[in-house]
């Protein structure tokens, strides 16, 4: 670790080698051993000066000996080896499945003479032009391969070598896959169905000539608002640490606000956990569609460069991120983290209507940001933080859609038609988010609030009259909840150590505007592999060795053995304690034809905001902008919308008659 980094900053490929090496001077790995990730033990990290060797755990796996460990120990220091020093037996069925290890059992599949002969049923002779994605059967092995480590593959065709294969399913065709010895077991053949006759292509130019678009420059003359040292970024006070883990992606360390001359903490840690997407359709190809992308593939190795498309614009500064491959080998992804700055509207505003006089600020957001790519789906996640103190994650959904062949003249029950023979089945994506809170501390509680009417009639004698009720989660067995948005339901986060000027305890405000039900029966594999999602918010105490909402290792285990509804039955006391909160946003997906062949994004979100945290509006000091005279100059032919906004300052009647009149002729 170079002596200028700080103790959390995320592992660098020196330090992940160094300690891969370790591990591989035991014979106990075998010729050929697979790996699933390296990460950081944070919390002892946490004690050490920087510079120094950092503890880790990794997961690596002998297929040959249907074998898997955990191994923890340090990474090389300045002056001493890497160390290992515990290995810790893992079912070898659990471990997630690398990008690396999919590739292995695709390329061994399409060799498979039980997938050839099947192909060739279907007219299909050129397995080049075939895709195996290989998927996760987590509740669904057969009982006669219960002790193999498996997969399932879903079979797709390309017509050319650039062609969109996502947009030709070769429905009816299931192999089930052993990922340890690299072999089609067998085939499931549900029936020959027609496949999709028109393309899925999306560039630019398939579907006609491209629509003329005016250019739009963001321009930052002086360069960017924020500073970046090492990997602190400060901005607008607020500063933070960007950070990245195999399983999580981008994570936020130490995020704290600067009021005055006081730093103040917020976040002690956000990230996004997990992601669970069920498909809910009863079709053969598709009923096995459940995953766990973050627990059963990794949302590190997953993330997208950003070199490759035009993701962020304005002045936009990057962060590369390594991490470790199914090989063993440390892998570099280029400008993985982007970071800029968003014009966002307006921040704040009010018209005297009596004077004439305005006063308006323009909002500006820092926005950190990644991308993963998910076999057909790319998901995008953006952390906002803004001018007033508030915290934004919103997740934007796009790419392909996962889908389904469907016979000549059939209609869909479970989903949508999107092409010739092609359905959309319906499905869900879940994202859990863990939030280690820390406003103004370590030590934190959690009170829910709600609106009701007032019920002493005495002192609601109008009956208009309305009380926010609160409601202290005061311990683990009361930190499942719902959202309800009918009743502003929403979740205070309090310091139990600092007061503000009224005598409250400062606070962040919890709101998920995005949720979702999970629409399986009751005790069905959908069901039971993801209880977190049948509800939106859990609140647990922090222990280090719980990282993960899922639980450490979801794949091919037993449906829900692990998790934070496991944890919670422990009912530890959630009062001033390190609290960490687990927000489920969810989104129910009723496919669309204007998603096909790729989807425009959809965007869910949850937000943070100050709550009693400041005395006052803390954007106050937020100065006007700097062109604010010429806010409202015309463009070309636009000259009577600048004369009109001169003339408002004769009187606020008139104005408002004038420019209603005025945008009413337009």
């Keep these: 670790m170079n002596s200028s980094a700080h103790v959390l900053d995320p592992l660098s490929s020196a330090e992940i080698a160094s300690f891969v090496a370790a591990v591989r001077a035991s014979d106990r790995i075998g010729e050929r051993p697979r790996f699933w990730g390296i990460s950081l033990d944070e919390e002892k990290a946490k004690a050490l000066k920087p510079g120094e060797a950092r503890p880790v755990r990794l997961v690596v796996m002998n297929p040959d000996a249907h074998a898997s460990w955990e191994v923890r120990g340090w990474t090389a220091g300045p002056s001493s080896e890497a160390i290992v020093e515990v290995w810790s037996d893992v079912d070898h069925r659990r471990p997630g499945v690398s990008s690396d290890e999919a590739r292995l059992i695709a390329r061994a599949a399409l060799g498979s003479p039980l997938l050839v002969e099947a192909l060739a049923k279907r007219g299909i002779t050129d397995t080049s032009l075939v895709w195996v994605d290989p998927e996760s059967i987590t509740g669904f092995v ?4 219960a002790e193999r480590r498996l997969s399932w593959g879903t079979v797709w065709y390309r017509e050319f070598a650039e ?17 340890d010895t690299l072999e089609v077991i067998r085939i499931e053949d549900h029936g020959v169905i027609p496949i999709n006759s028109e393309t899925g ?7 006609g000539p491209d629509r003329t678009v005016a250019p739009l420059d963001i321009v930052q003359p002086e360069g960017p608002g924020f500073s970046i040292e090492g990997r602190k970024v400060t901005w607008q006070n607020w500063s933070f640490r960007v950070g990245f883990s195999h399983r999580e992606g981008l994570v936020l360390h130490d995020v704290s606000y600067r009021d005055g001359d006081v730093e103040r903490p917020v976040l002690d840690r956000a990230a996004v956990n997990e992601m669970y997407v069920p498909y809910l359709d009863s079709d053969p190809t598709a009923y096995r569609k459940n995953f766990f992308d973050w627990g059963e593939y990794g949302a590190g190795p997953l993330t997208a460069s950003l070199e490759l498309g035009c993701d962020c614009l304005g002045e936009i500064r990057y962060f590369d991120v390594e991490y470790l491959d199914g090989n063993g080998d440390p892998q570099t992804i280029v400008n993985g983290i982007c970071i800029h700055e968003e014009d966002d509207s307006i921040l704040w505003k009010h018209v005297n209507t009596r004077t004439g006089s305005a006063e308006v600020r323009r909002s500006r957001r820092l926005v950190i940001s990644s991308f993963a790519t998910v076999a057909n789906y790319d998901y995008g996640f953006y952390w906002s933080l803004y001018q007033d103190g508030s915290i934004e994650l919103e997740v934007k959904l796009t790419g392909l859609m996962s889908v389904s062949g469907i016979a000549d003249g059939e209609r869909p029950r479970f989903g949508r038609m999107v092409a ?6 319906t499905h869900q994506h879940y994202f859990a988010v863990r939030l280690d809170m820390a406003i103004d501390g370590a030590r934190n509680r959690l009170v829910e609030v709600h609106a009701e009417p007032e019920p002493d009639e005495t002192l609601n004698p109008w009956g208009n009259a309305c009380i926010a009720v609160e ?10 909840r719902r959202a309800d948005p009918s009743k502003a339901l929403h979740w205070r986060v309090e310091s139990e150590s600092a007061l503000n000027r009224y005598g409250d305890s400062t606070a962040y405000r919890l709101a998920i505007q995005n949720t979702a039900q999970l629409y399986a029966r009751p005790g069905s594999v959908v069901e039971r592999k993801a209880p977190f999602v049948a509800q939106h918010l859990w609140a647990s105490a922090f222990d280090p060795e719980q990282r993960y909402i899922a639980g450490e290792y979801p794949n091919q285990g037993e449906l829900g053995d692990d998790g934070v509804h496991v944890w919670q039955r422990a009912d ?32 869910i979100s949850l937000r943070l905001e100050p709550d009693g945290f400041f005395d006052r509006n803390p954007s106050l000091d937020v100065p006007p902008s700097a062109d604010s005279d010429h806010c ?8 009577g919308h600048a004369d009109h906004a001169h003339h408002g300052a004769h009187g606020g009647t008139e104005h408002a008659e004038q420019q209603h009149d005025h945008e009413g002729g337009r």
């Design 142 to 145: 057969p009982d006669d391969l």
């Design 632 to 639: 409202a100059a015309p463009s070309a032919g636009g000259g």
């Design 572 to 603: 530890r006391s959630l009062e001033n304690e390190r609290l960490v909160l687990w927000p489920v946003l969810g989104v129910h997906h009723f496919p669309r034809p204007e998603q096909w062949p790729i989807m425009p994004v959809d965007r």
């Design 163 to 179: 062609d969109n294969g996502y947009a030709r399913p070769v429905a009816g065709l299931v192999p089930i896959l052993d990922l």
């Design 201 to 207: 292509v999306y560039t630019s130019g398939t579907w």
């Design 420 to 425: 010739p023979n092609v359905q959309a089945p």
């Design 471 to 480: 409601t202290p989660i005061s311990s683990e067995a009361l930190g499942a």
